[in-house]
């Protein structure tokens, strides 16, 4: 077979790649033909992986083996080609489709987020009987809709699923008022098994959508339907949206995702390399951890683009020294403002002692490890001189200063785990100030 051969030569040059993208595509027989090759990759960062680095070459073989130009097309498995004008509806109305990688195996769990994903888990496992409804909310790009969305592919093979976002139940409900259609509505949305919606915080103000949405949540609770929403704020802060709906949202279980912990944003980046197909070296990963914000869909451009940097400028490894110059007008500045008080204070706060202790003369050895993160911060992060960071601390002069800074980095190099917790503290210090 044709494709097997040019899978065979993409795999003598370079057999890395092959194992990671190539081995894992398959040939769509079915909706080729001489000059149009299907090629279906198992998810979607593969075929996107695989569109930018390899269709040219797919082609340039098929030709030297045919003769024959062709256009070559990276589709996913899961993903259905639907064929809106057939239906006869408009685009803008038309349902999301889930995204297959967006599983519950792909979620990176940690302590800012157990609670939602063990609810959204439970909900998936036992829907319509646990905590309907399920409410969710949280920051942009923390996880609130791939977690929505993994309830949504448990469930697709077995029960009858709608995911939309707000913006797109608002247009359908008007459309299909303005065509005098709403029973084909009420049929589409009030005899579903799952019903996700995504960001109701836009449902606020618009008061047709919210008593349209509000008889059919009842329709469908009342019927023990699984219902599940986003937002990112919690009920009662959602402005502008009526007393009976908003209390309907908190009949349920609330479930909040905070801002991933350092060590939580490290494996999610690991992971998000690994879906791209993109090599990073750990600490440029731990850069990226500490020195960009909690948005994992930004984190997730900023790696692409550090990929396509390296690509375009023919760098074969992405150093640390690249990422920071690719990524410089993402990273925070240092804050010119920042001051040993400050500096005192959030280190007095993470190690759960007085401010005052820290300065002490006390050999307690919680209070001395404070002392010396807070002698290294300050020189860090302070334009104080030596002397005059000695003297702020009690110490005997700008050599003592010297050798705890010294002794400080030696640690740093030489325990992955300690640098890891002095680069969060210092990302808490930068953005602590003039944010």
Known sequence: MIFDKIKQKLKSENQVNYNKFIKKLEFDEDSSNSNHLVIKAPNIFIANY?????????????KEETGIEANIEIITKDIKHINYESENISTNTSPSILIPEYTFESFIVGPSNQF??????SVAENPGKNYNPLFIYGGVGLG???????????LKNRLNVIYVTSEQFMNEFRENVRNQTMDRFHEKYRSCDVLLIDDVQ????KEQTQEEFFHTFNELYN????????????PKKLQDLVDRLRSRFEAGLIADIQPPELETKIEIIKKKCELNGIYLPDDVIEFIATKLDDNIREIEGMIVKLNAMAKLLGVSDITLDFAKQTLKEHIKDKKENITLQDIIELIAKEFNIK???????????????????AIYLAREFTKESTPAI?????????????HAIKSFNK??????DFRIKIEELKNKIQTRKGE
């Open 202 to 205: 836009f449902f606020a103000g």
């Open 50 to 62: 695989v569109k930018r680095n390899y269709s040219k070459k797919i082609a340039e073989i098929y």
């Open 411 to 416: 640690k740093l190099k030489e325990d992955n």
């Open 390 to 402: 000695a003297k702020y601390f009690g110490l005997k002069d700008h050599s003592a200063v010297s």
């Open 116 to 121: 939602a994903y063990s609810a959204a888990k």
């Open 355 to 373: 401010p005052s202790e820290i300065i002490s003369k006390s050999r307690n050895k919680n209070i001395v490890a404070a002392r010396r993160t």
């Open 223 to 234: 019927q023990k339907k699984q219902i599940c929403l986003t937002a990112d704020r919690p």
């Open 144 to 154: 609130k809709t791939h977690l929505i969305q993994a309830i949504g592919n448990y």
